[in-house]
């Protein structure tokens, strides 16, 4: 049994003169302070990458950076799911007795930390290197092949992935965190600049600086407990030219384990957070995790399914989308959410019920997937 006892996140955006170590920091005091933890009582820590700091041991170097000595620590990467997965090994590490308290954190300074080729260039080695890197494609390029195949075979329009970019739009605009506050409808989505088609720039998440953090405990410290009920992967693909059929990603897979492994139901889910870095990439996710027919996500964001008082509240910091995309610490920030709205302390954001919540990562180009479920305990 494990526990998620402490969040912490930093506004998303520019950070002038903060490194990855700073963004980190912050995060992690935050997280420990919510935690009601010192630094001493963390035993166990993990941490994702950093393409501004690329060290081989960034885990070691930010735990001497912070002051704290665990007796496990490790670093993570498998692109964004990576928050994911640092969650479910926090859980496996806390389940099996290596550590009592494992601090968890991602983040860095990639939108003042690197030029804009630099980061191009980084994203793109995900690609093949003999099939695909020499023939110039990027992130977005590969999903929108992958969009452009999802619309032929279900009929799905680019009006109807504007709908996901308004719909976390919608929810940034409450968050002050967020790196956007301005309301976009989908005929600004439409109007903005063309990226790899069909995307545009608005169904593209940005580039941002921020950090976020938490803690995975063997015992809740809180009045109200977030309890890790099960997690699962799959990864079925490194090079989209492998990927299996749009009806084959993995997050069928990584879900149908976690359900096993948890005993829980999509029907007992009331709150979801979803990866959303492209508008294609959240559309497919929903309905690839069940929250969703296949083709019919985008009519129920348009339903009010998705929003804060519909059915099924969805990222409801704003996504990957508008709260912004720091790297590993871009994912996190919809656990740092989740919690929030588990344990009451959302704010205006607060929704109905979060009693059980459902969360998903997704790293590469639909390539490694983590599913979690987490319940509230009081």
Do not use: W
Request: with cysteine.
């Amino acid at each position: 049994m494990s526990f998620i006892t402490g969040v912490g996140l930093t506004a998303f955006g520019k950070h002038e003169g903060s490194s990855t170590l700073d963004l980190m920091s912050t995060a992690a005091e935050l997280a420990l302070t919510d935690a009601g933890l010192k630094r001493g009582d963390i035993d166990g820590f993990l941490c994702g990458y950093s393409t501004t700091m690329p060290h081989i041991m960034l885990a070691t170097v930010f735990a001497e950076h912070f002051g704290i000595k665990p007796a496990y620590a490790h670093a993570i990467q498998v692109g964004g799911a990576t928050g994911m997965a640092m969650a479910m090994l926090a859980h496996t590490v806390v389940e099996a007795g290596l550590a009592k308290h494992v601090l968890v954190v991602g983040g860095e300074n990639r939108l003042t930390g690197q030029s804009r080729d630099a980061s191009i260039q980084a994203l793109a080695q995900v690609g093949h290197p003999t099939y695909e890197v020499p023939l110039g494609p990027t992130i977005p390029a590969y999903y929108g092949l992958v969009a452009t195949r999802y619309m032929h075979e279900y009929g799905v329009t680019q009006q109807d992935l504007a709908e996901f970019a308004v719909l976390m739009r919608g929810h940034a605009l409450t968050h002050p965190g967020a790196q956007f506050h301005d309301a976009i409808t989908v005929a600004d989505v439409m109007a903005s600049k063309p990226v790899a088609m069909p995307l545009k720039l608005l169904d593209c998440c940005p580039v941002s600086d921020g950090g976020a953090a938490f803690v995975v405990s063997r015992e809740r410290t809180g009045e109200i407990g977030v309890r890790v009920l099960g997690a699962a992967q799959a990864h079925t693909h490194q090079h989209v030219t492998a990927a299996p059929k749009l009806s084959e990603f993995g997050a069928e897979i990584s879900i149908a384990r976690a359900k096993a492994e948890s005993g829980a139901k999509i029907s007992d889910v009331r709150y979801a957070a979803v990866y959303d870095s492209f508008t294609i990439t959240l559309a497919m996710l929903l309905e690839d995790l069940g929250l969703a027919r296949r083709g019919e996500a985008a009519a129920r964001v348009r339903a009010g399914h998705f929003s804060r008082d519909g059915a099924m509240p969805l990222n409801t910091h704003g996504g990957l989308l508008s709260y912004g995309h720091c790297g590993v610490g871009g994912a996190m920030a919809h656990l740092v959410e989740t919690h929030l709205q588990m344990t009451g302390r959302a704010g205006n954001r607060q929704v109905r019920d979060a009693s059980i919540a459902l969360l998903h990562g997704d790293g590469g180009v639909l390539s490694s997937h983590v599913s979690m479920f987490l319940e509230r305990v009081r």
